[in-house]
T-cell receptor
């Protein structure tokens, strides 16, 4: 069965600083990988996804993520954080052909300081 | 507008009083699922449905029931709620097959006292 680890429960950065959120997955084959963002009081919105091909994936809101098979990682990055990026971020893995679809990490809460 | 709609958004109930949380999607998705979100645990799948009349258990199905009589609707039923079911619940839908983008409702915050 697949699993996802987000080692950072809470991250604080200053507005304009760069950001990297870590995600490690465990899955026996090539995974489908996702990053979702949850703003306060809202549902989850897809930021980006990786299925195959180029390992550097561009998403919405200026986010990108890099799939590194050797490290079983799919870290999310943004070069310059905006105050509106404050939210909770979830990494998720999906298994090809699995009816169970997504397995989520425990989430990383991002605080942005002015 | 493509959306997943959950109702109610907030609910406070007492132990043992049956309740239903509704979920409806307008994207003709075959796949629908329910998750609960608890601090430090992320989202855990409760039940999922691959199509009408096809449902199966997720990771944490105990104490919950679902039904899928129509493609667009997937209600979550708590027949005898207990305090440990106090949580934030999300409904999601997507096309079936390989893991595709899931669309989420805005959530239902349930408190059982």
């Amino acid at each position: 069965a697949q699993s996802v680890t987000q080692p950072d429960i809470h991250i604080t950065v200053s507005e304009g600083a760069s950001l990297e959120l870590r995600c490690n997955y465990s899955y026996g084959a090539t995974p489908y990988l996702f990053w979702y963002v949850q703003s306060p009081g809202q549902g989850l919105q897809l930021l980006l996804k990786y299925f195959s091909g180029d390992t550097l994936v561009q998403g919405i809101k200026g986010f990108e993520a890099e799939f590194k098979r050797s490290q079983s990682s799919f870290n999310l990055r943004k070069p310059s954080v905006h105050w509106s990026d404050a939210a909770e971020y979830f990494c998720a893995v999906g298994a090809y052909g699995s009816a169970r679809q997504l397995t989520f990490g425990s989430g990383t809460q991002l605080t942005v300081l002015p | 507008e493509a959306q997943v709609t959950q109702n109610p958004r907030y609910l406070i109930t007492v132990t043992g009083k049956k309740l239903t949380v509704t979920c409806s999607q307008n994207m003709n998705h075959e796949y629908m699922s329910w998750y609960r979100q608890d601090p430090g645990l992320g989202l855990r799948q409760i039940y999922y449905s691959m199509n009408v009349e096809v449902t199966d258990k997720g990771d944490v199905p105990e104490g919950y029931k679902v039904s899928r009589k129509e493609k667009r609707n997937f209600p979550l039923i708590l027949e005898s709620p207990s305090p440990n079911q106090t949580s934030l619940y999300f409904c999601a839908s997507s096309f079936t097959g390989t893991a595709t983008e899931a669309f989420f409702g805005q959530g239902t915050r349930l408190t059982v006292v």
